[in-house]
């Protein structure tokens, strides 16, 4: 697979044959729910981003493909990333694909809609926040440095003052081709015969670089934790932290690494987060211990081939079974800088001494913090 680029819009084709017909879309947008300030270079100015704005850019999509019949979408968001999947046909997918892109970015930003998404977003955030898991995670995230780039208070208070302006300027600063990302997964070799990118590439899009912002961190100050919060239900969270002193240490190998150790001491049931800002390991409702002496075990010869044949056909399913959160993979990588198919390469190819050799030139401090909550 190869990076293309129309227009400013990345994208990359994956030929995989579903049913000879079946063409599977995600289309990422580099505004996730840790993004407050963003550098404009256009203006050379910095804009401050409403946190809320990104699950309401959901919702406010999804108001309009309900009035859209025949056009499906599903939608998540990551740390970093919006998430926008459709499942379409070789037959369907340039109308389909005409209407998608029409709704993010051509058409004027409809005030009565913007208003009806706040409504769902503040409803499905009140829902949420009574969910014990939800408010473990997002304490979690504050103990943890999180705290850096994202706290949900902070984004309740955004929330319940959100303002149309406040989406406008989300949407001028954000959603266009240059932050965006397309993957399109299915029997197909070329766009080149479909309306939809003749339209790409005849838009007039906003070429500016936009930089974000993270708060900056002194990781010989973070220390190990351990809070527990008094409930009715009992549930608890760990997360190993992992801050890397070498600066030319890449996205992809830091992928490697964390999943690897995932793997060893939690048998997958664990959540990985690799970016260029905080990378850990969460893991939930399993013995709270500090793990970090039991990392380098992580990569004896005995368990390694297990751990690998494991990853590797878990991608493999993904990409058969389940397109769509394979998409959402390859584009979650892509849009950091990191690279699946890379990843699954040094995947399938390391051993014991070459990862061992990888963690050491990570050079890396380790923290660990437990909430009991």
Excluded at 71 to 86: A, E, F, Q, W, Y
Excluded at 259 to 274: R, T, Y
């Amino acid at each position: 697979m190869s990076l293309n680029d129309m227009n400013h819009l990345k994208f990359t084709i994956n030929e995989h044959n579903y049913n000879g017909r079946d063409i599977y879309i995600n289309l990422g947008i580099g505004a996730g729910y840790c993004i407050k300030k963003i550098w404009n270079s256009d203006n050379q100015k910095e804009v401050e981003i409403n946190t809320s704005c990104v699950c309401i850019f959901l919702n406010y999509i999804k108001e309009i493909v309900n009035e859209e019949p025949g056009l499906k979408v599903d939608g998540t968001i990551s740390k970093n990333v919006i998430h926008i999947s459709m499942k379409t046909s070789k037959e369907e997918m340039d109308e389909d694909m005409q209407m998608l892109l029409d709704i993010i970015y051509r058409l004027p930003v409809d005030k009565r809609i913007f208003e009806n998404a706040v409504k769902k977003t503040r409803s499905d955030f009140n829902k949420k926040i009574k969910d014990i898991a939800f408010q473990t995670r997002n304490k979690m995230m504050g103990f943890s440095d999180f705290s850096n780039s994202y706290n949900y208070k902070d984004y309740k208070s955004d929330l319940d003052k959100v303002t149309y302006e406040d989406f406008l300027a989300f949407f001028v600063n954000l959603i266009t081709f240059e932050n965006s990302y397309l993957f399109i997964n299915g029997n197909i070799k070329t766009l080149r015969d479909f309306m939809f990118y003749h339209f790409i590439n005849n838009e007039k899009d906003r070429k500016y670089q936009i930089k974000k912002f993270y708060e900056e961190k002194d990781i010989f100050l973070l220390t190990n934790q351990q809070n527990i919060l008094k409930n009715y239900e009992n549930y608890q969270i760990g997360c190993i932290q992992f801050d890397f002193s070498n600066q030319e240490f890449s996205i992809t190998n830091k992928f490697v690494l964390l999943s690897i150790i995932a793997s060893s001491l939690f048998q997958n049931k664990a959540e990985v987060n690799v970016d260029g800002l905080e990378p850990c390991i969460l893991y939930y409702n399993q013995e709270l211990a500090e793990y970090k002496k039991r990392i380098f075990d992580c990569f004896n010869s005995q368990n390694l081939k297990q751990i690998k044949n494991g990853i590797l056909d878990k991608y493999s399913e993904l990409l058969d079974k389940e397109p769509k959160k394979f998409g959402q993979a390859y584009v979650e990588m892509t849009m950091q800088g990191s690279d699946l198919e890379e990843y699954l390469n040094i995947i399938e190819q390391i051993d014991e001494k070459s990862v061992k050799d990888l963690y050491r030139k990570g050079d890396i401090k380790i923290t660990e913090r437990h909430l009991i909550y």
